[in-house]
């Protein structure tokens, strides 16, 4: 009962951009969108998070709409070590409910 | 220095046995959960802790009880156990900051019920 809607797989290749979208269009107010990534079987690593506000940090970049209906995760120089699945999920307090995620295959 | 450790990694055990599993931050953190991820890769929380009070709690089995002898812990205690226990028991931590906070997760436990 995921309140946001992924693409199930996506590839890139290496060294370029990786944009992963997201739709949360029934997010409320006070929801933020937070992004985690599963790498193979390890436990799951946080991204990034926002409210309205576009979001940069050391591993990526969160493009949040006007609307804030849908949101993508941009991986700025995808490396073989992204390979993972990537979790978009809307969440007010600890609430946190994961979707069944992107799986992000970067090629050589 | 591991963030959030558990034990065992495996865990391999007969239906009907009681089991647990452990949990250990050392972040200073206020809230601990646990969640579960089945064979489908789906990860669902079943219970967080904060300040020794539950504070959710999803539709899972009494069979399952959380207990927290200190802020630092929080393992799962897992009662006659089924087949449809086999999963992959992920730990995390995060701090209460009145806003939501970045949860750190464990390496996971695999429990296989035979």
Known sequence: DAKTTQPPSMDCAE???ANLPC??????GNEYVYWY???HS?????IIHGLKNNETNEMASLIITEDRKSSTLILPHATLRD???????????????????????VKP | DTAVSQTPKYLVTQMGNDKSIKC????????MYWYKQDSK?????????????????ETVPNRFSPKSP???HLNLHINSLELGDSAVYFCASSQDSGTPGEQFFGPGTRLTVL
Do not use: W
């Open chain 1, 37 to 39: 990534r599963q790498i």
């Open chain 2, 24 to 31: 250990e931050q050392n972040l200073g953190h206020d809230t």
């Open chain 1, 23 to 28: 739709n949360h269009s029934t997010i409320s």
């Open chain 1, 42 to 46: 390890q436990g799951p690593q946080y």
């Open chain 1, 15 to 17: 060294g370029r951009a």
């Open chain 2, 41 to 57: 890769k789906f990860l669902k929380i079943m219970f967080s802790y904060n300040n020794k009070e539950l504070i959710i709690n």
């Open chain 2, 70 to 72: 200190d802020k630092a």
């Open chain 1, 83 to 105: 390979t993972a699945v990537y979790y978009c999920i809307v969440r007010v307090y600890d609430d946190m409910r994961f979707g069944a995620g992107t799986r992000l295959t």
